[in-house]
Protein backbone atom coordinates (compact mmCIF):
# COMPACT_ATOMS: atom_id res chain seq x y z
CA UNK A 1 0.00 0.00 0.00
CA UNK A 2 1.16 3.12 -0.93
CA UNK A 3 0.29 6.82 -0.63
CA UNK A 4 -0.53 9.82 -2.94
CA UNK A 5 0.76 13.38 -2.20
CA UNK A 6 -0.81 14.71 1.22
CA UNK A 7 -2.34 17.92 1.41
CA UNK A 8 -3.89 19.97 4.35
CA UNK A 9 -7.87 18.41 2.98
CA UNK A 10 -7.43 15.79 5.16
CA UNK A 11 -10.04 15.83 7.21
CA UNK A 12 -13.98 15.26 6.29
CA UNK A 13 -16.52 16.80 7.85
CA UNK A 14 -19.53 16.96 6.86
CA UNK A 15 -22.07 19.50 8.60
CA UNK A 16 -25.81 20.38 9.01
CA UNK A 17 -27.72 22.46 11.74
CA UNK A 18 -31.16 22.97 9.39
CA UNK A 19 -31.20 26.40 10.75
CA UNK A 20 -30.21 27.60 7.79
CA UNK A 21 -33.40 28.45 4.37
CA UNK A 22 -36.58 26.94 4.04
CA UNK A 23 -36.22 23.18 3.31
CA UNK A 24 -38.18 23.07 -0.17
CA UNK A 25 -38.88 19.77 -0.13
CA UNK A 26 -42.40 18.09 0.46
CA UNK A 27 -42.18 14.24 -1.32
CA UNK A 28 -42.33 13.75 -4.80
CA UNK A 29 -40.58 17.38 -5.79
CA UNK A 30 -37.52 16.10 -4.74
CA UNK A 31 -34.80 15.73 -7.55
CA UNK A 32 -34.50 12.83 -9.39
CA UNK A 33 -37.86 11.50 -8.57
CA UNK A 34 -38.87 8.01 -9.75
CA UNK A 35 -41.77 6.02 -9.40
CA UNK A 36 -39.92 3.31 -7.18
CA UNK A 37 -37.87 5.85 -4.95
CA UNK A 38 -36.21 9.21 -5.19
CA UNK A 39 -33.45 11.49 -3.54
CA UNK A 40 -32.33 14.82 -3.17
CA UNK A 41 -29.67 16.74 -1.18
CA UNK A 42 -29.70 18.28 1.88
CA UNK A 43 -26.41 20.52 2.78
CA UNK A 44 -24.38 18.09 2.72
CA UNK A 45 -26.28 14.75 2.94
CA UNK A 46 -28.51 12.72 0.84
CA UNK A 47 -32.11 12.36 1.29
CA UNK A 48 -32.99 8.47 0.08
CA UNK A 49 -36.51 6.53 0.59
CA UNK A 50 -40.12 6.86 -0.26
CA UNK A 51 -39.71 10.53 -0.69
CA UNK A 52 -42.43 9.25 -3.81
CA UNK A 53 -45.12 8.75 -0.99
CA UNK A 54 -47.56 11.63 -0.02
CA UNK A 55 -47.13 11.32 3.76
CA UNK A 56 -43.42 11.12 3.49
CA UNK A 57 -40.53 14.02 2.93
CA UNK A 58 -38.82 16.48 5.08
CA UNK A 59 -39.93 19.78 6.14
CA UNK A 60 -38.69 22.80 8.51
CA UNK A 61 -39.94 22.84 12.30
CA UNK A 62 -39.74 26.39 13.72
CA UNK A 63 -38.41 25.54 17.23
CA UNK A 64 -34.97 27.19 18.86
CA UNK A 65 -31.90 26.04 17.04
CA UNK A 66 -33.34 25.30 13.76
CA UNK A 67 -35.21 21.20 13.60
CA UNK A 68 -35.83 19.46 10.51
CA UNK A 69 -38.34 16.89 10.75
CA UNK A 70 -38.04 13.66 8.80
CA UNK A 71 -41.72 11.96 8.23
CA UNK A 72 -41.88 8.57 7.75
CA UNK A 73 -44.58 6.91 5.26
CA UNK A 74 -48.31 5.00 5.98
CA UNK A 75 -48.26 2.88 2.60
CA UNK A 76 -46.56 0.41 4.20
CA UNK A 77 -44.41 -1.04 7.32
CA UNK A 78 -40.68 0.11 6.85
CA UNK A 79 -41.20 2.59 4.57
CA UNK A 80 -39.82 5.66 5.70
CA UNK A 81 -36.31 8.18 4.41
CA UNK A 82 -33.09 8.79 5.76
CA UNK A 83 -30.54 11.56 5.25
CA UNK A 84 -26.94 10.19 5.11
CA UNK A 85 -24.09 9.98 2.72
CA UNK A 86 -22.96 7.46 -0.01
CA UNK A 87 -21.39 3.95 1.19
CA UNK A 88 -18.13 5.25 0.94
CA UNK A 89 -16.53 5.58 4.60
CA UNK A 90 -14.13 2.82 5.58
CA UNK A 91 -13.01 2.74 9.62
CA UNK A 92 -9.61 0.81 7.96
CA UNK A 93 -9.09 3.43 5.39
CA UNK A 94 -10.46 6.67 6.65
CA UNK A 95 -9.38 6.41 10.51
CA UNK A 96 -12.09 6.95 13.20
CA UNK A 97 -15.97 7.51 11.48
CA UNK A 98 -18.02 9.62 14.37
CA UNK A 99 -21.75 10.12 13.48
CA UNK A 100 -23.49 12.16 15.77
CA UNK A 101 -26.60 13.95 15.81
CA UNK A 102 -29.16 15.64 18.32
CA UNK A 103 -32.52 14.34 17.97
CA UNK A 104 -36.32 14.56 19.29
CA UNK A 105 -39.57 12.59 18.68
CA UNK A 106 -43.19 13.88 19.19
CA UNK A 107 -44.37 10.51 20.07
CA UNK A 108 -43.02 7.05 20.49
CA UNK A 109 -44.92 5.30 18.60
CA UNK A 110 -45.46 3.49 15.13
CA UNK A 111 -42.00 4.41 13.86
CA UNK A 112 -38.32 2.79 13.54
CA UNK A 113 -35.08 5.38 13.94
CA UNK A 114 -31.72 4.44 13.40
CA UNK A 115 -28.93 6.83 13.41
CA UNK A 116 -25.78 4.79 12.62
CA UNK A 117 -23.25 3.46 9.82
CA UNK A 118 -24.76 0.99 7.83
CA UNK A 119 -23.31 -1.07 4.48
CA UNK A 120 -26.33 0.27 2.47
CA UNK A 121 -28.12 3.81 1.29
CA UNK A 122 -30.06 2.94 -1.74
CA UNK A 123 -32.52 5.47 -3.36
CA UNK A 124 -35.10 3.44 -1.75
CA UNK A 125 -33.82 3.42 1.69
CA UNK A 126 -35.00 0.72 3.98
CA UNK A 127 -34.09 0.17 7.78
CA UNK A 128 -31.09 -1.34 8.33
CA UNK A 129 -32.52 -3.55 11.59
CA UNK A 130 -36.18 -4.60 12.43
CA UNK A 131 -37.11 -5.08 16.10
CA UNK A 132 -40.00 -7.34 17.55
CA UNK A 133 -40.58 -7.84 21.41
CA UNK A 134 -36.71 -9.11 22.54
CA UNK A 135 -34.97 -9.73 18.83
CA UNK A 136 -33.14 -7.37 16.50
CA UNK A 137 -32.78 -8.21 12.69
CA UNK A 138 -30.40 -7.46 10.49
CA UNK A 139 -31.67 -6.25 7.13
CA UNK A 140 -28.25 -5.10 6.09
CA UNK A 141 -24.83 -5.16 8.29
CA UNK A 142 -25.00 -2.06 10.36
CA UNK A 143 -23.70 -0.36 13.72
CA UNK A 144 -25.51 2.72 15.35
CA UNK A 145 -28.39 3.27 17.31
CA UNK A 146 -31.82 1.52 17.41
CA UNK A 147 -35.35 3.10 18.52
CA UNK A 148 -38.32 0.64 17.51
CA UNK A 149 -41.69 0.98 18.88
CA UNK A 150 -41.97 -3.00 18.37
CA UNK A 151 -39.51 -3.68 20.92
CA UNK A 152 -40.80 -4.66 24.28
CA UNK A 153 -38.32 -2.18 26.02
CA UNK A 154 -40.03 0.43 23.47
CA UNK A 155 -38.74 3.77 24.62
CA UNK A 156 -35.27 2.56 24.88
CA UNK A 157 -32.26 3.82 23.02
CA UNK A 158 -30.60 0.38 21.66
CA UNK A 159 -27.32 0.09 20.38
CA UNK A 160 -26.94 -2.86 17.95
CA UNK A 161 -23.90 -3.85 16.16
CA UNK A 162 -24.52 -6.55 13.70
CA UNK A 163 -22.43 -7.56 11.40
CA UNK A 164 -22.15 -9.63 7.84
CA UNK A 165 -21.94 -12.65 10.10
CA UNK A 166 -25.22 -12.02 12.46
CA UNK A 167 -28.42 -12.80 12.06
CA UNK A 168 -30.11 -11.00 14.75
CA UNK A 169 -29.37 -9.42 18.20
CA UNK A 170 -31.10 -9.88 21.48
CA UNK A 171 -32.04 -6.37 22.24
CA UNK A 172 -31.79 -6.53 26.06
CA UNK A 173 -27.65 -7.04 25.68
CA UNK A 174 -27.76 -3.88 23.99
CA UNK A 175 -30.27 -1.61 25.46
CA UNK A 176 -28.91 1.73 27.26
CA UNK A 177 -29.81 3.36 30.18
CA UNK A 178 -31.30 6.44 28.78
CA UNK A 179 -34.97 6.05 27.66
CA UNK A 180 -36.30 8.73 24.89
CA UNK A 181 -38.86 10.83 26.44
CA UNK A 182 -41.11 12.77 23.75
CA UNK A 183 -40.93 16.42 23.04
CA UNK A 184 -37.18 16.30 24.43
CA UNK A 185 -33.88 16.05 22.26
CA UNK A 186 -31.08 13.57 22.42
CA UNK A 187 -27.45 13.73 21.62
CA UNK A 188 -26.48 10.62 19.94
CA UNK A 189 -22.58 9.81 18.93
CA UNK A 190 -21.57 7.05 17.55
CA UNK A 191 -17.60 6.22 17.09
CA UNK A 192 -16.22 3.19 15.02
CA UNK A 193 -12.36 3.35 15.06
CA UNK A 194 -9.62 1.88 12.76
CA UNK A 195 -9.67 -1.55 14.67
CA UNK A 196 -13.06 -1.88 14.06
CA UNK A 197 -13.69 -1.09 18.43
CA UNK A 198 -16.67 0.94 18.48
CA UNK A 199 -17.98 3.35 21.45
CA UNK A 200 -22.16 4.71 21.97
CA UNK A 201 -22.48 8.09 23.62
CA UNK A 202 -25.82 9.63 24.35
CA UNK A 203 -26.19 12.92 26.08
CA UNK A 204 -22.46 12.51 27.13
CA UNK A 205 -22.13 9.49 28.77
CA UNK A 206 -20.45 6.81 27.29
CA UNK A 207 -22.90 4.18 27.30
CA UNK A 208 -21.30 1.32 25.65
CA UNK A 209 -18.12 -0.11 24.36
CA UNK A 210 -17.48 -3.01 21.84
CA UNK A 211 -13.92 -4.16 21.12
CA UNK A 212 -12.09 -4.75 18.13
CA UNK A 213 -14.08 -6.79 15.65
CA UNK A 214 -16.40 -4.87 13.59
CA UNK A 215 -14.67 -6.25 9.80
CA UNK A 216 -12.91 -3.21 9.86
CA UNK A 217 -10.86 -3.97 6.97
CA UNK A 218 -10.44 -1.57 4.00
CA UNK A 219 -13.29 -3.92 1.96
CA UNK A 220 -15.95 -2.77 4.57
CA UNK A 221 -17.53 0.47 3.29
CA UNK A 222 -20.25 2.30 5.45
CA UNK A 223 -22.53 4.86 5.15
CA UNK A 224 -23.71 7.02 7.82
CA UNK A 225 -27.34 7.42 7.96
CA UNK A 226 -29.99 8.91 10.20
CA UNK A 227 -33.12 7.89 9.51
CA UNK A 228 -37.37 6.73 10.33
CA UNK A 229 -39.55 4.28 8.47
CA UNK A 230 -42.79 3.32 9.53
CA UNK A 231 -44.17 0.21 11.80
CA UNK A 232 -47.54 0.07 10.85
CA UNK A 233 -49.57 2.45 8.43
CA UNK A 234 -48.95 5.19 10.64
CA UNK A 235 -46.80 8.12 9.97
CA UNK A 236 -43.63 8.16 12.37
CA UNK A 237 -41.60 11.76 12.57
CA UNK A 238 -38.39 12.14 13.66
CA UNK A 239 -36.91 16.48 14.34
CA UNK A 240 -32.99 16.65 13.70
CA UNK A 241 -31.43 19.49 15.50
CA UNK A 242 -27.76 18.61 13.76
CA UNK A 243 -26.19 16.14 12.00
CA UNK A 244 -22.16 15.88 11.87
CA UNK A 245 -20.01 13.45 10.34
CA UNK A 246 -15.91 13.29 10.36
CA UNK A 247 -13.52 11.09 9.01
CA UNK A 248 -10.30 11.15 7.80
CA UNK A 249 -9.57 11.16 4.28
CA UNK A 250 -8.22 7.69 2.45
CA UNK A 251 -4.32 8.72 1.15
CA UNK A 252 -3.76 5.29 -0.44
CA UNK A 253 -2.98 5.05 -4.08
Known amino acids: MSLT ?8 R ?14 AV ?9 HSFIGDFKLTGSIHDT ?5 SVGKASGYARLLSSASANGDGLAL ?13 LVLEARVEMAALTARNVFIGFSSANADEAKEPATATTTTITKVVPCVGFLFDSQLTASTGWHMPYILASDTTQTSTNVVSSQTAVAAESDVLRIQVNPDGSAEWWINGKLEQTVGAGLAATPATLMAALVGVWSTTTTVGSLDVDFI ?5 RDWTR
Open 14 to 27: LFNDFLGPEIPIGN
Open 244 to 248: EVTAN
Open 30 to 38: AYGSTAGGC
Open 5 to 12: GMSGNGKI
Open 55 to 59: DSGIV
Open 84 to 96: GTEVSLSPALNGA
